[in-house]
T-cell receptor, first 114, second 114 residues
Framework: DAGITQSPRHKVTETGTPVTLRCHQTENHRYMYWYRQDPGHGLRLIHYSYGVKDTDKGEVSDGYSVSRSKTEDFLLTLESATSSQTSVYFC?????????????FGEGSWLTVV | AQTVTQSQPEMSVQEAETVTLSCTYDTSESDYYLFWYKQPPSRQMILVIRQEAYKQQNATENRFSVNFQKAAKSFSLKISDSQLGDAAMYFCAYRVSAGNMLTFGGGTRLMVKP
């Protein structure tokens, strides 16, 4: 158990609307990540954070923004959702003492853009 | 850029038998980590096993073991005494030790026949 809570777990939204996904952790992990999973692509990194207000882009960051105003919460925002952003979104963390910089994942958030 | 390739989209194994899932990767780095994750139908990403590139000894976790061939850039997963609960998608992943991105292969779907 990575101690991560994602919300919402399921959401259907319309094209062009803004959407925010929340990742919450209670164990003071410094590193947090957002990945998306699509068929045939495994998981791909969208954005990550290495501390409060410290974020950086990943492999597929276009159309997404993130914010981390406090250690516990890492927010992923789709400013204007498109159908190509229909996906399963995973939040992840690296515990400070993780062996091999292992990344642990939350349970995922299913987003459908219609 | 690093790439991870899983050449077997699907595999099947008889219950109680042994199966090996293949993974190759491409990197110019010398210090990195390799992982196998299991994703059951619930879509939870579960860490199965990890391997540090600097370690020559192959990692083992109960019925799961790896065959790490650094020169060949190969990282296969062996599942012994397969159980029905092993049925899932399996993803191979790579991470540079100083990096923040986990690069995934496309996955192998493992079916276990009773």
């Amino acid at each position: 158990d990575a101690g991560i809570t994602q919300s919402p777990r399921h959401k259907v939204t319309e094209t062009g609307t803004p959407v925010t996904l929340r990742c919450h952790q209670t164990e003071n992990h410094r590193y947090m990540y957002w990945y998306r999973q699509d068929p045939g692509h495994g998981l791909r990194l969208i954005h990550y954070s290495y501390g409060v207000k410290d974020t950086d882009k990943g492999e597929v960051s276009d159309g997404y923004s993130v914010s981390r105003s406090k250690t516990e919460d890492f927010l992923l925002t789709l400013e204007s959702a498109t159908s190509s952003q229909t996906s399963v979104y995973f939040c992840a963390i690296t515990p400070a003492r993780a062996s091999g910089n292992t990344i642990y994942f939350g349970e995922g958030s299913w987003l459908t853009v219609v | 850029a690093q790439t991870v390739t899983q050449s077997q989209p699907e595999m099947s194994v008889q219950e109680a038998e042994t199966v090996t899932l293949s993974c190759t990767y491409d990197t110019s780095e010398s210090d990195y980590y390799l992982f196998w994750y299991k994703q059951p139908p619930s879509r939870q990403m579960i860490l199965v096993i990890r391997q540090e590139a600097y370690k020559q000894q192959n990692a083992t976790e109960n019925r799961f073991s790896v065959n790490f061939q650094k020169a060949a850039k190969s990282f296969s997963l062996k599942i012994s005494d397969s159980q029905l609960g092993d049925a899932a998608m399996y993803f191979c992943a790579y991470r540079v030790s100083a990096g923040n991105m986990l690069t995934f292969g496309g996955g192998t779907r493992l079916m276990v026949k009773p």
